[in-house]
Each structure stands twice: as C-alpha cells, then as structure tokens.
C-alpha cells in the first residue's frame, strides 16, 4: 500500500511540457557548448530569451540540466528560482526576466531532470541532485557567496528548495511561493510523515536557519492554503507572510500585492546583508586591535 500511494505521489508530482517549449542553442553543432535558449512553442521568452547565460551542467544522478543566469548590473543579490511541476524553463523566462528587473537581482532557473532540455528523469531525489548541481554552478562559475543567494521554490519546487535550504547555514533568505508540506499531503490530510513520502518540507523546515517568506492563495485548488500556514507556523525564522485572498495555485503573480511584498522582502534582506557585513568587519577590526595590543604588552617585558 505505502509503495502504491507514494508512486501516486511522485506520478502526481511531475508534468513536464511535452514537447519542451524552448530548445538549447549550441556553438558549432549539437556537440558545442549551450550558447542560448530559443523558444519553440507557446510564450516567447522575451528579453529574457535575449539575455539568458545558459549552461547545461551535470549531476551526481548522472544527468544533464539545462539553466539560464539572468544578470542584473546592480544586483546585489541572487535569487536561485525552483519552477513548478508542469512549467519548463522556456515558459518562465518571461517572468523571471520581470523579477529581475522589479527587484534589481540575479536570477539563475533551471529544469529539472526529464524536463526541457535536461536529461534523465523526473524524480524527488534527482530534483536534489539538480539544485545541489544549480548551487555549485552559482558558486563556481559566478563566484556567489552563499550569504548572497535567496532560494525561491514554487509548488513542488518548495521540495528542493527546503532540501538545500535544510544544508546550507548561511544562506540570506527563502522564499516558498504556494508550498507543499509533502507529497503525499496534497492527497491525503494525514496527520503523520509516512517513510515513503516524498518532499518532507514539514519535516525540513524546522531545519533552515535563515529567514523564511511563505505566500499563498487562500482559494488554492490545488495546494491547500493550509500547507502554507503550516509551514510558516514552522519556519524557526518567520518573515511576514503572504496570503493572498482570492489568490489560486498559478496566479499569485497577478496580484498587486505579490510583487510589491516580494519587493519589500528583498530590501530588508538586502539590509541584513549590510549590517551582518558591518558586523563581520567590526569584529575584524576589534580582533586586530586586541592582538596588536597584546603585542604591544608582550614588547614591554
């Protein structure tokens, strides 16, 4: 019975857009290195699809994920996006070109394994494997510090956003925009984790150190508004959260209040950055001043 439903679960979980709305551009032939995204079907991707840095990156499940960098030249901040489970990243460039230019910071997205370009298949364990990959990318070929990057997860994409959220300690910030508390949760209103569920964010948020935003559509039809609440009574770090009236399992975007809350989220995150900075540099400076005066004393004997 438990391997039944959480193989409900998981089919539940994943809907990759078939075909892929987008197709990578490769430098001298399909072997050459991911110089671009081209959208093939259904939204263009705008001035994201323009501007994108793609790169196609692999993992330690032995796959190939698509990504694209949007760069914002006054960004102070990283924000590292998990889609949903029935978008590709050729339908969320549009909209992650918008968050950058609103909110003046980097945006790296990327697909899961099975969907878009990526290879493999889609699986809870491989989406960790992915954002682990995604996170070593920001650090390695962007050179981000992990104080500097803001993990934002959408619906299932809450999943791998807890997971490396639940590892990393120093992390600026997280953001869970219609959130699961589980897998089998959105089925079923068990009261208990069952060892064969699938993304244990009840379970993970207890373990994220940094501050947590949480928003939700109290007339979601898909992920009850409740797994919102819940996770946010969790959080050990909570900031305001957002509960949107009205608002479904696909359209927060649409609403007002969405953009100017995210907004106001990241300035205050943007000036903890500055003061835990100033911090981290008085205390440097204090630490010197102690050893040069213990240098000092030790000169007079």
């Not at 809907?15 to 892929?20: E, I, N, Q, S, V």
């Not at 996170?135 to 390695?140: A, F, G, V, W």
Request: some cysteine.
């Amino acid at each position: 019975m438990g391997n039944v439903t959480a193989s409900v679960a998981a089919r539940f979980a994943f809907f990759p857009p078939d075909p892929a709305s987008y197709e990578v551009v490769r430098r001298g032939g399909s072997d050459g290195e991911a110089a671009g995204i081209r959208i093939v079907s259904g939204i263009g991707g705008g001035r994201g699809e323009r501007d994108a840095e793609v790169h196609v990156i692999s993992t330690r499940s032995g796959t190939k994920v698509a990504t694209a960098f949007l760069r914002h030249p006054g960004a102070k901040l990283t924000l590292l996006y998990s889609h949903g489970n029935a978008a590709d990243l050729g339908q969320m460039l549009e909209l992650l070109s918008e968050l950058r230019s609103h909110l003046k910071l980097n945006v790296m997205c990327y697909d899961y394994s099975g969907y878009g370009a990526s290879t493999g298949k889609p699986t809870e364990h491989n989406t960790y494997h992915d954002i682990e990959a995604v996170y070593d990318c920001l650090k390695k070929q962007y050179d981000i510090r992990q104080e500097d990057i803001i993990l934002y997860g959408q619906s299932v994409g809450s999943g791998p956003t807890l997971h490396l959220a639940s590892r990393l300690k120093n992390l600026r910030g997280v953001v869970l925009h219609s959130p699961i508390l589980s897998g089998i949760r959105v089925l079923y209103p068990i009261k208990v984790t069952l060892p064969f569920d699938i993304f244990k964010n009840i379970d993970r948020i207890k373990q994220v150190k940094c501050p947590v935003l949480v928003m939700h559509g109290t007339a979601d039809e898909i992920v009850d508004f409740s797994h919102g609440k819940r996770l946010y009574e969790l959080a050990k770090e909570k900031y305001d959260p957002l509960w949107v009236t009205g608002g479904g399992h696909c359209n927060l975007e649409t609403f007002p209040e969405y953009i100017k809350h995210l907004r106001k989220f990241i300035s205050d995150m943007e000036k903890l950055q500055a003061e835990r900075s100033a911090y981290a540099n008085a205390s440097s400076i204090n630490e010197t001043e102690v050893k040069h005066n213990k240098c000092l004393r030790f000169g007079k004997r």
